[in-house]
């Protein structure tokens, strides 16, 4: 695949809410590097938080290996009839449905080093003898997210912006929710780096933020609540659909933000089968009972009528 991550995004904040969004996002483990722009450890600066009238996805950056990837790019988009500006080794262009600004630009792949994983013991397996698990259980600080997964927004009409990403852009699909025409859509290795679903506007669902392990997840995760409870969204738990733990918290803006872990990993296309329902589990194999601001936000009123109700 010529695409190799999603290496950025912008997302729009209030103004009233701009300055609690970035303490929150410093205490998520990501470092600000300039008021409000965030690196993740691996991933270089990778967030951009900007005023606007409510929040909001409004950009976000695919990286790609070569030039030729952004000719055929353009040449794909321009036989969907939609514009996209060429400059130097970045690609422009606007998904019309949920107006979210794209830019394909010629980036090194990302390679990632790992912690190591944690010597875990079960029946007839030991790992770790005559030793405590320290680096899960006396942590010495919070961990960090390694790097932004994906992004989930909705559409007035998912399977036209399915087909920007996917006819246009070259992201594959993962798995799809034909049921409620949702698409688990790639520009990686992994399982889904965009999620569009419908929806009666567009808007930002959340973002999610790769941890090294479970038990970062659930450490990151129970700190930020233990700051402030009402932070907490859903988790902990772990979801059928992508394979990957998860705890979702709320920022001040209203968007989720996810920390996950374990995502399912598709580097053989001929290997990997879309799967088209809806596991019978549904949203997730185990975890909480899904919560219905998860589903239906409690802003989502305000966010139809450009925050007039």
């Known amino acids: 695949m010529s695409l190799h991550r999603l290496s950025h995004i912008e997302v729009g904040v209030p103004a009233s809410a701009l300055d609690a969004t970035r303490g929150f996002y410093r205490e998520f483990g990501l470092a600000e590097l300039a008021p409000g722009r965030f690196a993740t450890s691996d991933g270089g600066e990778q967030l951009a938080l900007v005023a606007a009238p409510q929040r909001a996805l409004l950009a976000?950056?695919?990286g790609v290996d070569d030039a030729d990837d952004l000719g055929r790019a353009g040449v794909a988009l321009a036989g969907l009839g939609l514009p996209a500006e060429r400059s130097g080794e970045t690609l422009r262009t606007r998904e019309p449905l949920t107006?979210?600004?794209?830019?394909?630009?010629?980036e090194r792949r990302l390679v990632q080093k790992s912690e190591g994983q944690l010597a875990t013991n079960g029946p007839g397996r030991t790992l770790r003898a005559n030793a405590r698990s320290s680096a899960a259980v006396t942590r010495a600080e919070t961990p960090r997210p390694h790097?932004?997964?994906?992004?989930?927004t909705t559409s007035t009409d998912a399977a036209s912006s399915r087909r920007f990403f996917v006819d246009g852009l070259g992201f594959h699909v993962s798995d799809e929710v034909p049921a409620i025409g949702a698409a688990f859509l790639r520009c990686s290795t992994d399982h889904h780096n965009v999620l569009v679903q419908p929806g009666p506007f567009a808007f930002l669902h959340h973002t999610a933020w790769e941890m090294e392990d479970v038990d970062a997840v659930g450490s990151a995760g129970a700190a930020l609540v233990a700051a402030d409870p009402s932070r907490h969204a859903w988790g902990l738990g772990r979801h059928g659909i992508g394979s990957n733990y998860f705890w979702y918290l709320r920022d001040p803006a209203g968007n989720f933000a996810e920390?996950?872990?374990?995502?399912d990993v598709i580097d053989d296309e001929e290997a990997w089968r879309v799967a088209a329902s809806l596991p019978a589990h549904g949203l997730a194999a185990w975890g909480p009972p899904v919560p219905r601001e998860f589903l239906a936000p409690p802003d989502?009123?305000?966010?139809?009528?450009?925050g007039k109700s």
């Open 147 to 152: 790097r932004l997964s994906h992004v989930v």
């Open 300 to 306: 989502i009123l305000a966010l139809a009528t450009g």
């Open 259 to 263: 920390y996950t872990s374990d995502l």
């Open 99 to 106: 107006g979210i600004r794209v830019t394909l630009a010629v």
């Open 60 to 62: 976000l950056t695919v």
